[in-house]
């Protein structure tokens, strides 16, 4: 009997070992979170008013990108980009919003567009594309985040 005790008490000490566990460091577990966000997408996209009554993210998303363009459209329809260059039906407009929910827009052009006058082009944009409506910014793990994206405007409507 007593070498069941022994070998009891033997056990015990021995155990610990089997009940410690290393603890991951703040770092260390930092680091593996910071591996798992993926940090492409957004919780929500941005939004204005009126998408924010539609419930699915990806329904509301086009309604964001539709209404947006729409917008940049409209701004666009009666100006005098269509007359200074008739072959351009179709810009690229790069869109930054802001955390604070201000927005940015910035033509795009290809590498090789010396037929543009791009700073004439840019400064009209600029003029134009004001006093648009609030926009909600994008939300990533509940904080607003900057969003950047391209959005193809078509100037000419036939």
């Not at 069941?4 to 680091?31: A, D, G, H, R, T």
């Not at 134009?128 to 990533?140: G, W």
Request: glycine fraction near 0%; include cysteine.
């Amino acid at each position: 009997m007593k070498q069941y005790y022994f070998f009891i008490v033997f056990l015990l000490f021995n155990s610990c070992q089997y009940f410690e566990k290393q603890v991951p460091s703040q770092k260390e577990l930092l680091q593996k979170e910071l591996k798992a966000i993926n940090w492409k997408e957004v919780d929500e996209y941005p939004s204005f008013v009126d998408c924010d009554k539609v419930e699915n993210k990806t329904e509301r998303q086009q309604c964001f990108f539709q209404y947006l363009t729409e917008l940049i459209q409209d701004k666009l329809s009666s100006d005098t980009l269509s007359i200074l260059y008739p072959e351009l039906d179709t810009i690229e407009v790069k869109v930054t919003i802001f955390p604070n929910a201000k927005m940015k827009f910035e033509p795009q052009f290809p590498k090789d567009s010396v037929a543009y006058d791009t700073i004439k082009i840019d400064s009209i944009l600029t003029a134009r594309l004001v006093d648009f409506p609030k926009v909600n910014p994008a939300i990533k793990r509940g904080i607003p985040v900057k969003t950047q994206f391209i959005l193809p405007v078509i100037l000419k409507v036939e």
